[in-house]
């Protein structure tokens, strides 16, 4: 399985970076084993107002994780993610969030997390990390 953060799914909805805007959204439609978990998707309905300005609302960011869920199966938290994330900390240096974010996928069984976060981090506790947007970086 394969789960996206919540920077891979604003990006689908910034025109003011099209190429990143194009590769985000080729992205997500071509996982067919995509998982959205419970904190991206939080995450991303609540930072959508910084795409306000550009049209897209908080109802916007609702209904596209409504149409996600169509055929992804979502990932709720257990207490265990929790738990996970408090090791990951101690472990590896993470941030609260991020911890949470690779637990969450640890616990779901996700075996790759498209992300612009975590560089120098390509591979945590078996979970392969790519950032989508390496190879369209400006030069």
């Not at 709720?76 to 990951?88: D, I, K, N």
């Not at 779901?108 to 997390?113: I, W």
Request: proline share 5%; glycine share 6%.
């Amino acid at each position: 399985m394969n789960a996206v953060d919540t920077n891979v799914l604003l990006y689908m909805h910034d025109p003011r970076d099209p190429v990143k805007r194009e590769h985000a959204t080729d992205l997500v439609a071509s996982l067919v084993d995509g998982v959205p978990l419970w904190q991206v998707a939080c995450e991303f309905v609540a930072a959508s107002r910084k795409l306000s300005r550009v049209g897209f609302t908080e109802q916007h960011a609702v209904f596209e994780i409504a149409r996600m869920s169509d055929s992804w199966r979502m990932v709720l938290p257990a207490w265990e993610v929790f738990e996970g994330a408090t090791r990951l900390r101690q472990r590896r240096s993470l941030s609260f969030w991020d911890a949470l974010i690779i637990s969450a996928c640890l616990e779901a069984g996700v075996s790759r997390l498209y992300t612009e976060n975590f560089t120098g981090h390509p591979e945590i506790d078996g979970l392969g990390i790519v950032n989508p947007f390496a190879d369209h970086a400006p030069t």
